[in-house]
């Protein structure tokens, strides 16, 4: 019994019906026969449900909403390198080699500025550079293409102009996610080259007014083998050849103009060259350094001023304040330094943060000065405690040690020697003096000049508390009115 799987249709069915029959009364001759008949039946069967199931299906027509107009200008004819006739010239000589310098235009999209380093002396910008120029080797004839654009696969069979960035760093053109190249050619010859090329290049810096400093940066752009006999570089559209974005911003500088410029350069082993400049100027914020250094650089030296008020006699209250905002005024320069390249001459904050810096070193010195003259002062005190006759009975450590602070146990001890107005002396040694003395004229003048010296003594603080800030501030209008 043979069984054969499968559909079939209505015009095959009888046939399979009979392939199936009871064929073991049959010869074998006769069973083989009909054994090829029914696969034969069978591929037939098969081959016309293909047919027709291939011929029900339908192509969908396209909605009128999807249909678009045609760009003639998009229209190709045949491979561009046979319309170009890439083949049938040498692109390795200039377009009309022998004759007038080639004329070629450039313009320029900045695109961002990506940063300025003080360090490196030197920006980063992303722009798009276009070349135009006429090349009759590229022309072709075409009543439906006005353009044929290409990536840069084309431009390394063509002649293209050699520019180059003038004192750049590092420099390449952006290839995510193919080469930001692009090439267009017009039916008469006229080509437009477009790269999009993020440059790193020098600037060279004048940081004599830093931070209140204006820098003006320059990207030049030159052919590097061609001279000015064989190709002129050229601003397309004068000035407007220069485009922004609005968008363009920095953290540290105010972008206050772009501006375009063209001149010759010269160098004495290969001649003249056409070199365009693509010049910014920049002016620096100057808040963030009014609250990393002016604002802390002065309240130091306002710090300072607080040991005046401090008696003179607290030598551990005076002399660490006058130390610590010496080391934190080190500490603020040490740090501005730090971020600055190593110049030759002397920046505008180097003048504020050193004249800040003496001024707390004067406070150090003031304190000194006045502990100085107290301790001269004080030895004098006892020298002429040791010659006056009517103190030789009062302990010397009691008498060199009071000074208005005394307690009213040590004031008893001395009633005898307190004036008749009842009034408590500034100085007790000095007015015991002063009682026991009068009527003798050398210790009069003893007594004023002792009373002169001490005057002189409590003077310095006095007198530092209004010389000090007055020359400050005195010094903080000369310095804003010069360099803002």
Known sequence: MVKLGGTYSATGYWKAAFCLTDVHKMPYFTRLILFLFCLMVLVESRKTKRKRWTGQVETPKPS????KNLDVTKIWKGKPQQLLRVDEHDFSMRPAFGGPAIPVGVDVQVESLDSISEVDMD????????????DERLAFSSASNKSMTFDGRLVKKIWVPDVFFVHSKRSFTHDTTTDNIMLRVFPDGHVLYS???TVTAM???DFSHFPLDSQTCSLELESYAYTDEDLMLYWKNGDESLKTDEKISLSQFLIQKFHTTSRLAFYSSTGWYNRLYINFTLRRHIFFFLLQTYFPATLMVMLSWVSFWIDRRAVPARVPLGITTVLTMSTIITGVNASMPRVSYIKAVDIYLWVSFVFVFLSVLE??????LTTVQERKEQKLREKLPCT???PPARTVML????????????DSYMPENGEKPDRMMVQLTLASERSSPQRKSQRSSYVSMRIDTHAIDKYSRIIFPAAYILFNLIYWSIFS
């Open 367 to 372: 304190y000194a000065a006045v502990n100085y």
């Open 392 to 394: 030789s009975g009062l």
């Open 64 to 67: 009128h909403l999807y249909k």
């Open 123 to 134: 920006f980063t910008m992303t722009l798009y550079l276009r070349h135009y120029w006429k």
């Open 203 to 205: 600037c060279n810096m």
């Open 195 to 197: 790269m999009r090329i």
């Open 403 to 414: 000074d208005g602070t005394y307690s009213d146990g040590e004031v008893n001890d001395l």
